[in-house]
């Protein structure tokens, strides 16, 4: 996990009057973004560097390039995990065609805004509440484990990951995804944590995969789980799917939190404003936040064949073979989208085009967006709306920032708050 720089070091934004009418931040106080390694602008929509690598901060041109049938997935270890011998069944991220197009639409019930409504809502509920009145008790306590506690019980709950031989899952796979990226090239040392990897994937199956497995042969569940195994799924398999959305749930939802709550506990009208606010206006403001603070900061894919584009008035071809990176920090600041103070946060801020969610691409786009953000909007509200309504919440230690490089992910630790 590499070092981001810290918070005062981003740009500073200053207010407009648009703005000011609709947002209660006073954005010349303190810049907004806290995440991005450096702050990004759609200036240069479109580039293609020296390595040849084709650079996309544009939001038409991202949006063209990821709703196309010419890409396919190259970032998240995509050539080490598309390589791997005997798996007949590749993981839903980095399937393509049809046989994606088949997954998502089997699977869609599981994320749908009504299911995860109905199915999940009194279980977020009642895990939120456990959470804070944990928090209530302590007096203080590190934000980036309860969110990681939040996230992945409900990611797990919606994998099918219920029949565990042993408690400690949430430990288990974040132990398993800080071995992820070690940045080391000496080669013993590589060797040694390649087998700390394999120990904490080990446990993580026979522990947590494998009894959820056996429970559902013959007692099938609504959960991925009873899909994959419908479906002819081997062990390897489903294990390799339980990783791939756990990693999805955990990353999106654990991060996103504790980033949202250092926002709002900065901010005191905006903490306000939200805790006050119907539910619609409250998903608003966290779809604002999500665009300005992406937990996925690049997207990457191959071109499958020529790509044509038009970016500031002209044509462009990305050739097949070619190597995309979608800056997505740069595509959700755009301001022929987004308008003035792409780097503040404005709930209820206009967006210039059609049909653009309030978060830009902060979910992705096209046949691989995110298909469960409904359900990340849905936990951080129910954990947040809790959180925020403490009174006496303060931020005792500021958390340390770091990256991903696998998952092109910041990673909020260390974020501990008290209770007066």
């Not at 939802?253 to 404003?273: G, N, Y």
Request: hydrophobic residues 40%.
């Amino acid at each position: 996990m590499s070092s981001l720089p810290s918070p005062e070091s981003t740009l500073t934004v200053a207010e407009s009057p648009a703005s000011a009418a609709k947002c209660p931040v006073d954005h010349s106080a303190i810049s907004q973004q806290k995440t991005a390694r450096h702050p990004e602008t759609s200036a240069l929509p479109l580039e293609c560097d020296a390595q040849g690598v084709w650079q996309v901060r544009g939001f038409d041109e991202s949006r063209a390039i990821l709703r196309g049938t010419s890409t396919k997935q190259a970032g998240f270890n995509a050539d080490q995990v598309t390589s791997l011998q005997g798996m007949t069944n590749r993981p839903i991220l980095y399937q393509e065609g049809k046989v994606h197009q088949q997954q998502r639409k089997q699977t869609a019930r599981f994320f749908a805004p009504k299911t995860v409504s109905s199915d999940y809502r009194d279980f977020m509920e009642t895990l939120a509440d456990q959470l804070i009145n944990q928090l209530k008790q302590q007096k203080r306590a590190d934000l980036s484990k309860l969110s990681l506690e939040m996230a992945v019980a409900i990611a797990s709950r919606v994998i099918g990951l219920s029949n565990s031989r042993m408690g400690g899952m949430s430990k288990r796979l974040d132990a398993f995804f800080e071995q992820e990226n070690p940045n080391i090239t000496w080669q013993p040392l590589v060797k040694l944590l390649g087998l700390i990897k394999q120990r904490h994937m080990l446990s993580f199956f026979f522990l947590d995969v494998k009894p959820a497995i056996q429970a559902r042969k013959g007692h099938p569940q609504e959960d991925v789980i009873s899909h994959l195994l419908e479906h002819n799924y081997s062990d390897p398999e489903i294990l390799t799917e339980c990783v791939t959305y756990a990693a999805a749930g955990m990353a999106t939802t654990r991060e996103f939190i504790s980033i949202a709550a250092w926002h709002f506990l900065e901010q005191p009208a905006l903490r306000d404003r939200y805790v006050a606010a119907q539910e619609e206006e409250r998903y608003e403001i966290l779809h604002e936040m999500l665009r300005l603070e992406p937990v996925v900061g690049h997207l990457f894919r191959y071109a499958t064949a020529d790509i044509a584009l038009e970016s500031q008035g002209q044509q462009v071809v990305i050739p097949e073979g070619a190597l995309i990176d979608l800056h997505i920090y740069a595509t959700n600041a755009d301001q022929s989208v987004v308008g003035e103070d792409p780097m503040a946060i404005c709930p209820g801020r206009a967006l210039t085009g059609d049909h653009i969610p309030a978060m830009l691409m902060a979910f992705g786009d096209g046949h691989h967006r995110c298909p469960g953000a409904f359900l990340a909007i849905q936990e951080s509200d129910i954990f947040l709306q809790r959180l925020l309504a403490l009174d006496g919440l303060s931020i005792e230690r500021m958390p340390t920032l770091g990256w991903n490089e696998v998952a092109s992910s910041y990673e909020v630790r260390d974020f501990v708050l008290a209770l007066k």
